[in-house]
């Protein structure tokens, strides 16, 4: 099985290569459009800022090829806000291969942003959770957000729900770090490997 994490300068990749290291599996790091057209499998890691991020896939024309692709496909953090239409975060046109627009936390008293530290999943309808119970810990660091929605495949609450993994098709995405999420995080991406 031939898997393709695409480079697009985001952070974190290293980390999720790691993570799937652990798992017996090697995954290619590349930006070129046919490795990532030719992949059984492919990642979508990032940490980093929105315009920016999509400034890059569009240099490399990976926002015109992303979205044509039909094989499962895995976006984490950053990596799942790109897939919407929109973000708050610097006013950035994204993907648009799911209808969300991305939002801003608000500043409330006891509610810091970034949402950062361990938060438990609800509402899980995915293969991709297979294994997991409700009220399972993954790890989050995130400003920005997606409503819950017909996408949404699980949620999370901070202080109200919030779309903590999307999917659409071959598309699937989490809004957590499955690679800093413990056992939890790996059984997720076990899961997405056999989809």
């Known amino acids: 099985m031939e898997i393709a994490v695409i480079d697009y300068k985001?952070?974190?990749?290293?980390?999720?290569?790691?993570?799937?290291?652990?798992?017996g599996v090697?995954?290619?790091?590349?930006?070129?459009p046919e490795v990532i057209r030719r992949a059984d499998k492919i990642l979508f890691p990032g940490e980093g800022e929105a315009a920016s991020a999509m400034?890059?896939?569009?240099?490399?024309?990976?926002d015109q090829?992303?979205?044509?692709?039909?094989?499962p496909f895995l976006g984490i953090c950053l990596g799942m806000q790109l897939l919407g239409t929109h973000s708050e975060e610097n006013d950035a046109t994204m993907l648009g291969i799911l209808p969300f627009e991305v939002k801003r936390f608000p500043a409330l008293a006891d509610?810091?942003?970034?949402?950062?530290?361990?938060?438990?999943?609800?509402?899980?309808?995915?293969p991709l959770f297979d294994g997991l119970r409700e009220e399972d810990y993954v790890y989050f660091v995130h400003s920005y957000?997606?409503?819950?929605?017909?996408?949404?495949?699980?949620?999370?609450?901070?202080?109200?729900?919030f779309s903590a993994a999307v999917?659409?098709?071959?598309?699937?995405?989490?809004?957590?770090?499955?690679?800093?999420?413990?056992?939890?995080?790996?059984?997720?991406?076990e899961n997405f490997l056999k989809l």
Not at 26 to 32: F, G, H, K, R
Not at 55 to 61: F, K, S, T, V
Not at 146 to 151: E, F, K, L, Q, S
């Open 145 to 161: 957000y997606a409503p819950v929605g017909d996408y949404t495949i699980a949620q999370a609450l901070y202080p109200a729900p």
């Open 65 to 71: 090829l992303l979205p044509t692709l039909t094989q």
């Open 10 to 23: 985001g952070g974190n990749v290293q980390s999720v290569l790691f993570a799937l290291e652990r798992l």
């Open 55 to 62: 400034r890059e896939l569009r240099a490399q024309g990976l």
């Open 167 to 189: 999917q659409h098709q071959n598309f699937y995405a989490v809004q957590f770090h499955t690679e800093k999420s413990g056992p939890v995080g790996t059984r997720i991406l």
């Open 26 to 32: 090697q995954a290619t790091l590349s930006a070129d």
């Open 111 to 126: 509610y810091k942003v970034p949402h950062m530290g361990w938060n438990n999943l609800q509402q899980l309808r995915s």
